[in-house]
Structures are given as C-alpha cells and as structure tokens.
Nanobody, 125 residues
C-alpha cells in the first residue's frame, strides 16, 4: 500500500519560512521521482520542485528557484521542501507525489502515480 503524507504547512507572514515533509512508504524509493505540487484557490495545480531519488538530482520551477530547496533523508524515505522568503502568492495547498522514474525528465510534472493528502500553506502580507 503506497503512502505519501505531506505535512508541515501553516500560516506565516511574508518573508517567513516553512518546511514541508513527505514520508513515503510502499514504493521502491530509489526507482521514483518525488515531486512537490501546489494548488492555489481558483487555480490549477502546478509543479513546484522534484527530486530523482536515485541520484538526488533536483529541479525547480521558476516560482521556487532561489527560495525553495528540495532534499531527502534516504534513511527515513522522506522528502522535504524547505521554503524560505515566502510570499503571499505562495499560498496554496501543497501536495507531494511519486512517479516511477523510467526515462522521464524530472522537469516533467505530468502523470504522477501516487499522491498524498495536501497541507495548507498560508502566507500573509
């Protein structure tokens, strides 16, 4: 039974930081890419960052570059998203998801197989 469980959301003021966690179970950890996504009110879900577990390669969308860091604790099969310099436009429900690595690029945020429940991040100005 595959499980991903995003947590760590909360309410912060602009400029603040949060760290989201995504412990995983039930997948062959190093055969997958773990991605972080978000969905703001009234908007479509978008990819934020991803990490290829096999070699730790990472990818960031423009909205995350320079402010967010994705990393993993492989001993705990957990992926984190450290979010710094948060802005009100970062307000969204954040999700982690997993997809089999195959030959896909880590910049490909389509067709992820497994999803966790979301965690709400609210950034006030």
């Amino acid at each position: 039974d595959v499980q991903l469980q995003a947590s760590g959301g909360g309410s912060v003021q602009a400029g603040g930081s949060l760290r989201l966690s995504c412990p995983t179970s039930g997948i062959t950890y190093f055969d997958h890419v773990i991605g972080w996504f978000r969905q703001a009110p009234g908007k479509e879900r978008e990819g934020v960052s991803s990490i290829r577990m096999r070699d730790g390669s990472t990818y960031y969308t423009d909205s995350a570059k320079g402010r967010f860091t994705i990393y993993s604790d492989n001993a705990q099969n957990t992926v984190y998203l450290q979010m710094n310099m948060l802005k009100p436009e970062d307000t969204a429900v954040y999700y982690c998801a997993a997809v089999k690595l195959g030959t896909r690029s880590i910049s490909d945020f389509t067709d992820y197989d497994y999803w966790g429940q979301g965690t709400l991040v609210t950034v006030s100005s």
